[in-house]
T-cell receptor, first 110, second 116 residues
Framework: GQNIDQPTEMTATEGAIVQINCTYQ??????LFWYQQHAGEAPTFLSYNVLDGLEEKGRFSSFLSRSKGYSYLLLKELQMKDSASYLC???????????FGSGTKLNVKP | GAVVSQHPSRVICKSGTSVKIECRSL??????MFWYRQFPKKSLMLMAT?????????EQGVEKDKFLINHASLTLSTLTVTSAHPEDSSFYIC????????????FGPGTRLTVL
């Protein structure tokens, strides 16, 4: 089965850096995805990690450690528009399912 | 890029009626589509996996006779909520496998269902 854990809610200040963690225990591993979802909207793709290490993409970076079952999403130079929920997802080997973690609601304050 | 549409975006219906939600991949073919349900302030809960030309695979606890899924073509999957009740009110989102490569999921904009 799939067990994916994220903190429920975080608050950070505009311009700061925030790290959102995701731990997982899954039956099979086929990479880890991060998605952003604004309230009432569909999720949008942020990153995909399949190998260990840090992947940087502009203000957003994502890290993966397969041995520890751990990932984090790092958001730099926070902007008000970054206030959203951030979901991590870990598909199993056969990729016929796509499970999401509980999501982390990020509140960015001025 | 890959675009997935959903129709309708919002629907209000009376208790006991059935509602059909369409999910279309507009510029690519999707052999697999997923249907999710999302309650307010909660994450996406996978309901079922829809495979073109075969029966859908439902997650544990999801009633297949209540939520009928049909994947008639490589670009269209439908979810029909039969005999809807107020507790079925939710945000329903579909996604489709992206183009060959990283297995990214592309999401539709979602359908807000309200059952009175």
């Amino acid at each position: 089965g799939q067990n994916i854990d994220q903190p429920t809610e975080m608050t950070a200040t505009e311009g700061a850096i925030v790290q959102i963690n995701c731990t997982y225990q899954t039956s099979g591993f086929n990479g880890l995805f991060w998605y952003q979802q604004h309230a009432g909207e569909a999720p949008t793709f942020l990153s995909y990690n399949v190998l260990d290490g840090l992947e940087e993409k502009g203000r957003f970076s994502s890290f993966l450690s397969r041995s520890k079952g751990y990932s984090y999403l790092l958001l730099k130079e926070l902007q008000m528009k970054d206030s959203a929920s951030y979901l991590c997802a870990v598909p199993p080997y056969n990729f016929n399912k796509f499970y999401f973690g509980s999501g982390t609601k990020l509140n960015v304050k001025p | 890029g890959a675009v997935v549409s959903q129709h309708p975006s919002r629907v209000i219906c009376k208790s006991g009626t059935s509602v059909k939600i369409e999910c279309r991949s507009l510029d690519f073919q999707a052999t697999t589509m997923f249907w999710y349900r999302q309650f307010p302030k909660k994450s996406l809960m996978l309901m079922a996996t829809s495979n073109e030309g075969s029966k859908a695979t439902y997650e544990q606890g999801v009633e297949k006779d209540k939520f009928l899924i049909n994947h008639a073509s490589l670009t269209l999957s439908t979810l029909t909520v039969t005999s809807a009740h107020p507790e079925d009110s939710s945000f329903y989102i579909c996604s489709a496998d992206g183009l060959a490569g990283n297995n990214e999921q592309f999401f539709g904009p979602g359908t807000r269902l309200t059952v009175l």
